[in-house]
């Protein structure tokens, strides 16, 4: 993944730095903040924005998720409940910045599911399927720290998640579960935190990435639990004279955490993680403009409240690019 850092001149830091500060510490110390496994997406690692654009430039990166589970885990133990043979979901997004000044970008991402499904262990087969647009969120970008002397870098991001449609999806007439439906159909809050620090000497960046989803209810008086997804990457940018073209690798430690989700009744037991998962990358540059990367989520520890279906693994493929306006 290239990341793009740019000129700007200093100025006070203003409250989205305190947010900023917040949430970093939310992701330091938060433990009992844990939402359905294969039930939502966030942004496929190492492919988000992780610094401010330079003013009038457009980045583009679009990318396509396939996740895959089939053992049901109660807390970190397997369990003997089989009700789903097994899930997955395809999901297709994009995430479009534009430089709107030194130290400002705003940006958007939209997603669409082509399917959530469920096989069950059932006679005869039977199966549950959604698809449909997830979320779009809008957010404003903003550089905190440049300091290009120690190649070290800060920003943060405010933005809304705004449903797509605040209607559930029916099949046969039934409303489906929330798992299979692509959106929860309820607003939200987004804030995002980047750290990114360069060795430019051995092509080497380590960054730190840290976001919180904070979710309404629904019109069915479903509330998402708060969401705190926390990645520390290593990259390495690879500088071998056999090896033709612009490589990078890319390892990243990625830590999920939700919380209980909440119905018209109270809270829901089977709902809630804490999910780690180790993710490495491989991206290739092509002419210096498109940055193509590739990479699998491999979970090493799941523990989920009550009983529920956990990820087995997922696989994920990225383009970017910058243009100049």
Not at 101 to 117: D, H, M, Q, S
Not at 179 to 187: H, K, N, R
Not at 250 to 263: A, G, M, S, V, Y
Request: glycine fraction near 8%; hydrophobic fraction near 40%; charge should be positive.
């Amino acid at each position: 993944m290239a990341i793009m850092l740019q000129k700007q001149k200093k100025s006070p830091l203003s409250l989205i730095k305190l947010i900023s500060a917040f949430l970093l510490l939310q992701g330091l110390y938060i433990v009992n903040v844990t939402a359905q496994c294969l039930s939502s997406v966030n942004p496929v690692g190492g492919s988000n924005n992780l610094l401010v654009l330079e003013k009038q430039s457009l980045r583009v990166i679009s990318f396509y998720r396939y996740n895959y589970g089939d053992q049901y885990l109660e807390g970190s133990s397997r369990s003997d409940f089989n009700l789903i043979k097994n899930a997955n979901y395809n999901y297709a997004g994009s995430i479009i910045g534009y430089g709107l000044a030194g130290k400002v970008t705003l940006e958007t991402e939209l997603g669409y599911f082509f399917n959530k499904t469920q096989n069950y262990n059932l006679e005869p087969e039977y199966m549950l399927r959604g698809n449909g647009f997830s979320n779009g969120i809008f957010s404003v970008k903003y550089s905190l720290v440049k300091n290009d002397v120690g190649r070290f870098f800060i920003s943060s991001s405010l933005g809304a998640k705004i449903p797509l449609s605040a209607n559930p999806i029916y099949r046969d007439g039934v409303q489906l579960p929330i798992e299979v439906q692509p959106s929860a159909g309820a607003f939200g809050t987004v804030i995002q935190l980047f750290l990114v620090k360069e060795k430019p000497v051995t092509g080497v960046r380590y960054f730190v990435t840290s976001r919180m989803e904070l979710n309404a209810r629904n019109n069915q008086d479903y509330k998402l639990g708060t969401s705190v997804f926390t990645s520390f990457f290593f990259s390495k940018h690879l500088m071998f004279s056999w090896l033709k073209g612009d490589w990078t690798t890319i390892l990243q430690i990625r830590n999920e955490i939700r919380n209980k989700d909440k119905t018209v009744n109270g809270w829901k037991e089977s709902s809630g993680s804490t999910i780690f998962y180790l993710s490495p990358q491989i991206n290739y540059t092509i002419r210096e403009k498109w940055n193509v990367s590739i990479f699998t989520d491999l979970p090493v520890y799941q523990y989920f409240n009550g009983t529920q279906l956990a990820t087995k693994y997922g696989i994920s493929l990225s383009f970017a690019r910058d243009f100049k306006l």
